[in-house]
């Protein structure tokens, strides 16, 4: 069941210079219980778009439906009493820095009219769940960025809510950190069923936590899928350019070999999963054509809990085999395609 439906949402700022399209006829569906993600660069629209989810920014044209109810036709009361049930976490945390931990965690349960020693009862429950039981009496500016962001997570959830919105969550910790945090929001989905969005500009974060996502670029979705599907068969511009700064960058000597290598040859990119990989596909290819290839560039990353490998292979200039060699390696269980836009 879809529990978030997003109907040809527009969305138009008026500024001193002019009229902003920063979302343009969006229209995506999310299950309940799905870890969605929502990715693209900056100026994409993705924060404005969630924004809309909770109605924070009313769309300009379209509709949102949560449990199909539309929010554009509740009154300003039933919409907050809706945001109850929609948590949000932000890339700076949103603390209050005169608060300790536990009063941060119980400030949404107060505005309920909990009373405090029920507040602070369920405030511990929920700052032991996101592993900062020892941390209650210290303030945020004690705490490491991940501690902060924990204790945001933690205050999320005081509120029962059905779904939570994480708006570039990660984007300020380290790498280590930010796994723990995805990690951790894994775990929170599986535990509470709760629905999680997650807005970001790394296809990291997308791969290793979420199973759907819409890839953007200037306010429009430019595909979306799942994300297994969409690493091994990006259709967009956008979603190729992504996958391939997820790859890590190249030496500046390496990245004129493989221009040069572009120029002189063919270039494909395969993309293997760990069922596929343990046979040496590349070497026996190689010996049954008598043919060389060069491996240009080879990786391994974890999509979704499944290891998903991709090699950008060379094929030499004056090489004939070349379609008998692809569909060696499609008979081996190997996904094809073309490969300039992975290369810088």
């Known amino acids: 069941m879809s529990e978030i439906i997003i109907e040809n949402v527009s969305k138009t700022f008026t500024t ?3 009229s902003v399209e920063a979302l343009k006829n969006v229209s995506l569906e999310i299950e309940s219980g799905d870890i969605y993600g929502i990715i693209g660069m900056s100026g994409a629209g993705k924060s404005t778009l969630v924004r809309c989810i909770n109605y924070l920014e009313v769309p300009t044209s ?3 439906l949560i449990n199909d109810k539309c929010l554009g036709d509740f009154t300003e009361k039933e919409l907050r009493q809706q945001r109850q049930s929609i948590g949000m976490i932000f890339q700076h945390f949103n603390l209050l820095m005169q608060k300790n931990v536990i009063e941060n965690v119980c400030f949404p ?3 309920k009219g909990m009373k405090k020693a029920d507040a602070y009862k369920k405030a511990a429950e929920l700052l032991e769940i996101v592993g900062l039981s020892d941390k209650q009496k210290a303030y945020p500016a004690q705490l490491s960025g991940g501690q902060k962001q924990r204790v945001a997570i933690a205050r999320a959830l005081a509120s029962d809510p059905k779904i939570l919105l994480c708006d570039e969550a990660t984007s300020a910790l380290d790498p280590q950190t930010t796994s723990s945090i995805l990690s951790l929001l894994k775990e929170i989905n599986q535990q509470f069923k709760i629905t999680i969005v997650i807005i970001t500009h790394q296809m990291s974060v997308v ?3 979420c199973s759907h996502v819409a890839i953007m670029k200037d306010g429009v979705v430019q595909e979306k899928g799942l994300v297994a599907d969409i690493f091994s068969h990006p259709k967009s511009a956008v979603a190729k350019e992504l996958i391939r700064k997820d790859g890590g960058s190249h030496s500046d000597h390496k990245k004129s070999a493989v221009k040069e290598e572009i120029r002189s040859g063919k270039v494909i990119r395969i993309v293997y999963s760990e069922n596929s990989a343990f046979e040496p596909v590349i070497s026996n290819m190689v010996l049954s054509f008598g043919q060389p290839v060069n491996i240009l560039k080879a990786s391994t990353r ?3 809990g499944v290891a998903k490998g991709e090699m950008i292979l060379g094929f030499s ?4 085999l070349i379609e008998p060699m692809k569909e060696y390696l499609r008979d081996h269980g ?8 992975y290369v810088e």
């Open 16 to 18: 001193k210079d002019g």
């Open 62 to 64: 379209g509709r949102v």
């Open 109 to 111: 349960l107060y505005i």
């Open 207 to 209: 791969r290793e936590i």
């Open 302 to 304: 974890n999509v979704g």
């Open 317 to 320: 200039p004056d090489c004939q």
């Open 334 to 341: 190997l996904e094809i395609e073309e490969a300039e836009e």
